[in-house]
């Protein structure tokens, strides 16, 4: 009932920038937290940023002061701009949300992820 899709992922070099974006769609009342996740190789899923309908933001240290993450809860979207990028920031980035749906039911979903990788 309720699809993310992730979309700005690619090739940088160290230093440069990307943009992510997700879009939520469907059967959607209202989505309270949003974030994205990352998820490198060999390694766990990690919070990178998070941020709530009222506009409370939490960062993952390792991004801080170098991501920024932002919302629209009109067109149920976030969006992370990442700046200064570094080869440890390559992983698989995934747009997640805390979705109440039409009938107020509420649920958790994640997107299919889309690939950042930052060359040396």
């Known amino acids: 009932q309720v699809q993310l899709v992730e979309s700005g992922g690619g090739l940088v070099q160290a230093g440069g920038s990307l943009r992510l974006s997700c879009a939520a769609s469907?059967?959607?009342?209202?989505?309270?937290?949003m974030g994205w996740y990352r998820q490198a190789p060999g390694k766990q899923r990690e919070l990178v940023a998070a941020?709530?309908?009222?506009?409370?933001?939490n960062y993952a240290d390792s991004v801080k002061g170098r991501f920024t993450i932002s919302r629209d809860n009109a067109k149920n979207t976030v969006d992370l701009q990442m700046n200064s990028l570094k080869p440890e920031d390559t992983a698989v980035y995934y747009c997640?949300?805390?979705?109440?749906?039409?009938?107020?039911?509420?649920?958790?979903?994640w997107g299919q992820g889309t690939q950042v990788t930052v060359s040396s």
């Open positions: 997640d949300a805390d979705v109440v749906g039409i009938g107020l039911s509420k649920f958790h979903y």
């Open positions: 469907g059967r959607i009342f209202s989505i309270n937290a």
């Open positions: 941020i709530t309908s009222g506009g409370s933001i």
